[in-house]
T-cell receptor
Framework: AQSVTQLDSQVPVFEEAPVELRCNYS??????LFWYVQYPNQGLQLLLK??????LVESINGFEAEFNKSQTSFHLRKPSVHISDTAEYFC???????????FGSGTKLNVKP | EAQVTQNPRYLITVTGKKLTVTCSQN?????MSWYRQDPGLGLRQIYY???????DKGDVPEGYKVSRKEKRNFPLILESPSPNQTSLYFCASSYSGTTADTQYFGPGTRLTVL
């Protein structure tokens, strides 16, 4: 079975500091990788995704994630966070040629002034 | 506006009383799915549907039923709810069944079973 591990359940950080949210997955087959963000009292929305090609993918609001096949990781980074980035972030995996998705347990990013 | 809607948003019920949570999307998406979100466990897939009349189990289907009679609707049915089904439920849809597609999530339904 597919598993997605987000080791950090909570990450407190000060505004304008850099942050990295870690995601590792277990799979012996090819996968698509996603980061979703959930703001308080809302549903999830896509932040960015890796399908193929360049291993570094970026979002419109300054986040980036790098696919590392050898380490089966897809860590999310931002060089300078804002208060508005406070949310819960979920890493997700979709196995190619299958119809199921697997989510990590989530990381709550708390940006402090 | 393209969206996924769920009703009700909040529901408190008692053990054994059948309930249905509705989900509707207006994007003509083929793929729809139900998840439950529990603290420390993230989202777990309950059921998904590739198209009308095509449904399949996710990772935690026990105690749930679904149907897909119309492309836009994908209701989640709990025929005999139990307290361990207390959770936050999300419906999601995507354009096709490929896992490369972005999923669009509804606002969630918070269910409490007493």
């Amino acid at each position: 079975a597919q598993s997605v591990t987000q080791l950090d359940s909570q990450v407190p950080v000060f505004e304008e500091a850099p942050v990295e949210l870690r995601c590792n997955y277990s799979s012996s087959v090819s996968v698509y990788l996603f980061w979703y963000v959930q703001y308080p009292n809302q549903g999830l929305q896509l932040l960015l995704k890796y399908l193929s090609g360049s291993t570094l993918v970026e979002s419109i609001n300054g986040f980036e994630a790098e696919f590392n096949k050898s380490q089966t990781s897809f860590h999310l980074r931002k060089p300078s966070v804002h208060i508005s980035d406070t949310a819960e972030y979920f890493c997700a995996v979709g196995r190619i040629n299958f119809n199921k998705f697997y989510f990590g347990s989530g990381t709550k990013l708390n940006v402090k002034p | 506006e393209a969206q996924v809607t769920q009703n009700p948003r909040y529901l408190i019920t008692v053990t054994g009383k059948k309930l249905t949570v509705t989900c509707s999307q207006n994007m003509n998406h083929e793929y729809m799915s139900w998840y439950r979100q529990d603290p420390g466990l993230g989202l777990r897939q309950i059921y998904y549907s590739m198209n009308v009349e095509v449904t399949d189990k996710g990772d935690v289907p026990e105690g749930y039923k679904v149907s897909r009679k119309e492309k836009r609707n994908f209701p989640l049915i709990l025929e005999s709810p139990s307290p361990n089904q207390t959770s936050l439920y999300f419906c999601a849809s995507s354009y096709s069944g490929t896992t490369a597609d972005t999923q669009y999530f509804g606002p969630g339904t918070r269910l409490t079973v007493l």
